[in-house]
Nanobody
Framework: EVQLVESGGGSVQAGGSLRLSCAAS????????MGWYRQAPGNDCELVAT???????????HYVDSVKGRFTISQDNAKNTVYLEMNSLKPEDSAVYYC??????????????????????WGKGTLVTISS
């Protein structure tokens, strides 16, 4: 059974840092691209960062413009875990953050409900709250 379990969320002040983790089981990270999404109340689910694990793109990362230079996605295949290092956090970064396997779209209505895009593996999310 495939499972993704996020951890590391919390409440910090603006300018602070957090490190999110996503522990994968039921598959190995070297066979799937991985992504971090986030969803704030009233907003769509937004793709924040991706890391490629397949073919010639292995290790390639991509970020949404709003987090470039502040967030870093990485993975440890030995631990089968994906990370999202978040620095210089802003109040607008507040959201529930989800990891997902095989990220195919940049935006969807609701995180965790990606069946129409063939995205069937999501974690349950971890809450990040940034105070000003």
């Amino acid at each position: 059974e495939v499972q993704l379990v996020e951890s590391g969320g919390g409440s910090v002040q603006a300018g602070g840092s957090l490190r999110l983790s996503c522990a994968a089981s039921g598959f190995t990270l070297d066979v799937s691209d991985m992504g971090w999404y986030r969803q704030a109340p009233g907003n769509d689910c937004e793709l924040v960062a991706t890391i490629s694990s397949t073919g010639s793109s292995t290790g390639t990362t991509h970020y949404v413009d709003s987090v470039k230079g502040r967030f870093t996605i990485s993975q440890d295949n030995a631990k089968n875990t994906v990370y999202l290092e978040m620095n210089s956090l802003k109040p607008e970064d507040s959201a529930v953050y989800y990891c997902a396997a095989d990220p195919r779209v940049e935006r969807l209505r609701r995180c965790g409900r990606g069946e129409e895009y063939g995205m069937n593996f999501w974690g349950k999310g971890t809450l990040v709250t940034i105070s000003s």
